[in-house]
């Protein structure tokens, strides 16, 4: 599966941005997705992830209250809604996707295949 992750931008702190993720392939509908970011310097980081129906969701402490993830599985898309953007989102966002669930959605060495990545610039 390829992915394709865009929305990304500049943004001013407590402003709204919406990732989305389109995926091409087939069993979309199969893959928990994830999204991951990696800010200058520092190492690659757990967002969200979504189970393959929507059912279940996941948040970091971080962005947990101000981001809600979501996919539409008929348009082989997720969504990364993130609220009172803050200077410390600034990153480059990645989704990821993995086949199956696994006993752990954060660890990124969990999914098979990742996007292309989106930078999220917050300005203070």
């Known amino acids: 599966v390829q992915l394709q992750a865009s929305g990304g931008g500049l943004v001013q702190a407590g402003d709204s941005l919406r990732l989305s993720c389109a995926a091409s392939g087939r069993a979309f509908n199969m893959y928990v997705m994830g999204w991951f970011r990696q800010a200058p310097g520092k190492e690659r980081e757990f967002v969200a992830a979504i189970s393959w129906n929507g059912g279940n969701t996941y948040y970091a402490d971080s962005v947990k209250g101000r981001s809600t993830i979501s996919r539409d599985n008929a348009k082989s898309t997720v969504y990364l809604q993130m609220n009172s953007l803050k200077s410390e989102d600034t990153a480059v966002y990645y989704c990821?996707?993995?086949?199956?669930?696994?006993?752990?959605?954060?660890?990124?060495?969990?999914?098979?295949?990742w996007g292309q990545g989106t930078l999220v610039t917050v300005s203070s």
């Open positions: 990821a996707a993995r086949i199956g669930s696994p006993n752990d959605v954060r660890p990124g060495l969990q999914y098979n295949y």
